[in-house]
């Protein structure tokens, strides 16, 4: 089986060396290019781990990036959205499948993006042409060449939710999503915020009302929502509760059939009997989501987790990658395993 080349820029931050770890065991799968100024020089081996061919790459240097990708058949872009928004137009126009793992190419919407990104939208023809990679809501075809891997926090949510929405089963008011993450969310910053003894025995929520994974989720879901995300003292998993009202005419016991219907096909959901069995430890270092839903009365509750940097960023991308290049959806991801027993 011949092996396809593959980029990773952004290498050395929580999601691509997630990347990186994944990929050097994927069948199909050569890593070509592994891209970090952070660590320029210095072997895969030594960084992450990583044996074999894989392990004897070096990490290049940003300014050789674009010359080394034109080895590549696919990029992935690990990197900051002001970072993915130079680099990925230069890289299709060359002809590669880029796979954003940044909200770069996420919103339709240009005029959002100074709002909740903090920068003009430069490439708003790329908006319209970038596809939204949650395979379980709308698959990416055959020769994508330009994905955008949604968010952590709205795939979470949206995998809670659309089943709900697309079957009328909820109503039309505004859906509510809080949601906690681990630390690894926010990146590799060296901030006091985010160092140990701030967020040891600590829970808050952060950005409220103004966090940049709001309209990506409304967006998803076409509905209004207030979305709240918390930082919890762990370092991986996203735990989401979900609230909406029951539709008119509708029964709690038409809620379950419903996932299990939209999910039949989806080989990384696991629908389970009900909220209280959701749970980070049964899906960190998995490609896995679980969810779950129950109703009393008018309210019903969805609640959903996924880990943050496999399902939420690397694992959905590898996903995506196998999607565009008519591949298994599972491969390289179903071996993946948990941390914890």
């Not at 994508?144 to 926090?153: D, E, F, S, V």
């Not at 879901?221 to 991986?236: E, K, S, Y």
């Not at 299990?260 to 490609?287: A, C, M, R, W």
Request: hydrophobic share 45%; with cysteine; proline share 6%.
């Amino acid at each position: 089986m011949q092996s396809v080349p593959i980029g990773i820029v952004g290498a050395s931050g929580y999601s691509g060396l997630e990347l990186s770890r994944i990929l050097a065991s994927h069948p199909r799968v050569e890593l070509r290019l592994l891209g970090s100024d952070k660590w320029a020089g210095e072997t895969a081996a030594r960084r992450a781990g990583l044996s074999g061919a894989a392990g004897r790459l070096k990490y290049a240097p940003q300014d050789q990036i674009v010359q080394l990708a034109r080895e590549c058949a696919a990029v992935f872009l690990a990197t900051p959205a002001e970072g993915s928004l130079k680099l990925a137009p230069i890289l299709h126009a060359m002809g590669l499948t880029v796979i954003d793992l940044s909200g770069a190419f996420r919103l339709k919407d240009a005029a959002l993006y100074p709002r909740y990104y903090g920068f003009e939208h430069v490439h708003p023809d790329l908006l319209s042409r970038a596809v939204y990679g949650l395979p379980e809501l709308v698959a990416v075809p055959k020769g994508t060449r330009l994905i955008a891997n949604p968010g952590c926090y709205p795939t979470a949510a949206a995998l809670a939710l659309a089943p709900l929405v697309e079957g009328g089963l909820v109503s039309a008011d505004p859906l509510i999503v809080d949601a906690a993450s681990g630390v690894t969310g926010a990146g590799r910053k060296a901030t006091e915020d985010f160092s140990f003894a701030e967020i040891a025995g600590d829970f808050r929520a952060y950005k409220v009302l103004r966090h940049q994974h709001q309209p990506e989720m409304a967006q998803t879901l076409d509905r209004p929502l207030t979305f709240t995300a918390h930082l919890l003292p762990l370092n991986r998993g996203i735990l989401a509760t979900c609230y909406a009202r029951l539709a008119p005419g509708r029964k709690a016991a038409d809620l379950r059939p419903a996932f299990l219907h939209k999910y039949t096909d989806s080989p990384f959901i696991e629908v389970l009997e009900g909220p209280d069995q959701v749970s980070l430890k049964g899906v960190t270092g998995t490609n896995k989501c679980q969810v779950a839903v129950a109703a009393e009365g008018e309210t019903v509750i969805a609640i959903s987790a996924i880990d943050n940097l496999v399902k939420g960023a690397a694992g959905q991308a590898v996903q995506n990658l196998n999607l565009s290049m008519g591949w298994p959806e599972t491969a390289g991801l179903d071996n993946l395993r948990g941390f914890l027993p």
